[in-house]
């Protein structure tokens, strides 16, 4: 589990492409610090596993589904990527609760410059949009962020200066797709919802506890 707290800002360093599948090698530093085989580093929000590691970075699989569903496909050598570890269990909580399991890709539509922050737009894939409220948290490219404002399409945040300088959204520009994870809390009431029977004492009725 992430808290869409971004550690790093790592680059990558090369990329092994397979018929439907790819190898990132990414320079991070700071996250490999204590790195072990088959721990998980979060890429711009998708949770990855090491493969392989030295002191300067790490290297990780990424299989079909993953390129399909997230942006990690169109990345090339010498991107900046964000990186989170997985949170320790004494670790502060500082975002929300983050899988790293994306959900799906938003476009940014606009970007608007206040005196020291932006607010930035993004269109929604199909599907998405029922997930996200006002005041509510959704993490884009693994940063833990607060809705400002939703539309039928889409929604809007407001950057503050440290989120500019330490994480690639300040690097964005319109056009530019990122990773969206919905809050797992909203799936997991709809799915609640879904199966039909009013909530009783926190288990929907016609449901096995």
């Known amino acids: 589990m992430f808290t869409g707290i ?11 492409q397979g018929q439907d599948s790819a190898v990132l090698h990414i320079e991070g ?13 979060a890429v711009n929000g998708v949770c990855l ?35 989170e570890r997985a949170m320790a269990a004494a670790g502060r ?30 269109r929604l894939a199909p599907g998405l949009a029922r997930y996200v409220v006002e005041k509510g ?8 962020l607060t809705v400002t404002a939703v539309s039928d399409e889409g929604f809007s945040v407001s950057l503050i200066p440290t989120t500019l300088e330490l994480t690639t959204l300040g690097r964005k520009g319109v056009g530019d797709d990122v990773n969206i994870e919905v809050d797992v809390l909203a ?10 029977g009013p909530v009783v004492a926190g288990v929907s009725a016609g449901v096995q506890p």
Not at 93 to 118: C, K, L, M, S, Y
Not at 188 to 196: I, K, M, P, Q
């Open 93 to 122: 909580f500082g975002g929300h609760v983050v899988q790293g399991h994306v959900d799906g890709t938003a476009v940014i539509t606009a970007r608007r410059p206040g005196d020291r922050w932006e607010t930035v737009d993004f």
């Open 187 to 196: 799936k997991y009431v709809e799915r609640l919802l879904s199966a039909g």
């Open 6 to 16: 971004v550690e790093e800002l790592g680059t990558v360093r090369a990329i092994e």
């Open 29 to 41: 530093p700071l996250v490999v610090s204590d790195a072990v085989h088959g721990a998980s580093i």
């Open 137 to 144: 948290s959704i993490t884009v490219d693994g940063v833990s």
């Open 49 to 83: 596993t090491v493969t392989e590691h030295d002191e300067r970075g790490f290297a990780v699989d990424v299989m079909a589904e993953t390129l399909s569903r997230t942006s990690l496909g169109s990345l090339a050598p010498g991107d900046r990527v964000n990186l």
